[in-house]
């Protein structure tokens, strides 16, 4: 299985401020047949199930706020909230899809 | 689409348990469906998924031996079953649906399932 790591553990952001959550993969999970990375972002609320936010990398799910952004290739990835809001707070998880799916452990989110 | 699952389930060691998930919507045939569980403070973990056009179940190595995934086509609803029940198999239970590519753009309410003796 490809392991996810993600850093920081916990990270605490003003409002208004850019929030930079990184995931890590033990093995590539950019595709030589479709020359896309198989990676996705969830956002997690207490008490809720998972949202997609972001899949192939960096394309933003159905009614995903514009500040949600996602970049990187291969196997370094970056979640970027570019304005963090309050309904932001929350744990973030990375998940590959290119083989078996797997998650990340997350990065809980605060406000500073 | 919309997922909904069955409700909380209290086991004991060595039981088994059966949940289910029953989905509703448009254009359910193209979707995939499967089960991630979540334990506390823990990210989620993949269990199993049915791709739309296969008639067996594909399952994650720590998984396949003891959970088994079912469906009814004709009501739309999946089942878990997952057999010899231990206290880190305690826990929320999501049904997830979405692209057979394999994120997940939909999610059950989720079902959590404590085993304690």
């Known amino acids: 299985d490809i392991v996810l790591t993600q850093s920081p553990d916990s990270l605490a952001v003003s409002l208004g401020e850019r929030a930079t959550l990184n995931c890590k993969s033990g093995?590539?999970?950019?595709?030589?047949?479709?020359?896309?990375?198989?990676l996705a972002w969830y956002q997690q609320k207490p008490g809720q199930p998972p949202k997609l936010l972001i899949f192939?990398?960096?394309t933003r799910a159905s009614g995903v706020p514009e500040r949600f952004s996602g970049s990187g290739s291969a196997t370094d990835f970056t979640l970027t909230i570019s304005s963090l809001q309050p309904e932001d707070v929350a744990t973030y998880y990375c998940?590959?899809?290119?083989?078996?799916?797997?998650f990340g452990p997350g990065t809980k989110l605060q406000i500073k | 689409v919309q997922l909904v699952q069955s409700g909380a389930e209290v086991k004991k060691p060595g039981d088994s348990v059966k949940i289910s998930c029953r989905a509703s919507g448009n254009n359910l045939n193209v979707y995939t469906i499967g089960w991630v569980r979540q334990a506390g403070g823990q990210g989620p973990e993949w269990m199993a998924r049915f791709h739309p056009q296969s008639e067996t179940p594909r399952y994650a190595a720590d998984f396949e031996d003891r959970v088994s995934m079912t469906r009814d086509k004709a009501s739309g609803t999946s089942f878990l079953e997952v057999n010899r029940l231990t206290v880190a198999d305690s826990g929320v239970y999501y049904c997830?649906?979405?692209?057979?590519?394999?994120?997940?753009?939909?999610w059950g309410q989720g079902t959590l399932v404590s085993v304690s003796s």
């Open positions: 192939w990398a960096s």
């Open positions: 998940q590959q899809y290119y083989s078996t799916p797997t």
């Open positions: 997830v649906g979405g692209p057979p590519i394999g994120w997940h753009e939909y």
């Open positions: 093995r590539t999970v950019l595709s030589s047949a479709n020359y896309k990375n198989h």
